[in-house]
Nanobody, 122 residues
């Protein structure tokens, strides 16, 4: 079992930047960031293989968000730039991906952090 703790959320103006960090209690082959706005489904934002750092992004964040990992510290970071109003949401870290299932699907993941709130204002 892997425990995940997110941090770094907060309030930022549209166009600003935030960096989220997920600290894992154990090693995970892959990790991902999701977000969920009130009344909306949880959606995948970014995914990373911890072995080689290979990353995949949702189309909506490509070119603005960067996911990276520090295996020594067992952390995964999500650098978010040029934030938009509609990206206000609770952001979650996930681990324990079921092999063969799409990373964007929340049901593919077994372990979740408690989330960190990101609020983007005008």
């Amino acid at each position: 079992q892997v425990q995940l703790v997110e941090s770094g959320g907060g309030s930022v103006q549209a166009g600003g930047s935030l960096t989220l960090t997920c600290a894992a209690s154990g090693w995970a082959f892959t990790l991902a960031w999701f977000r969920q706005a009130p009344g909306k489904e949880r959606e995948g934002v970014a995914h990373i293989y911890t072995s080689n750092g290979r990353a995949t992004y949702a189309d909506s964040v490509k070119g603005r968000f960067t996911i990276s990992r520090d295996n020594a510290k067992m952390t995964v970071t999500l650098q978010m730039n040029s934030l938009k109003l509609e990206e206000t949401a609770m952001y979650y870290c996930a681990a324990g991906q079921t092999p063969g299932r799409k990373w964007e699907n929340p049901l593919s993941w077994s372990y979740w952090g408690q989330g960190t709130q990101v609020t983007v204002s005008s």
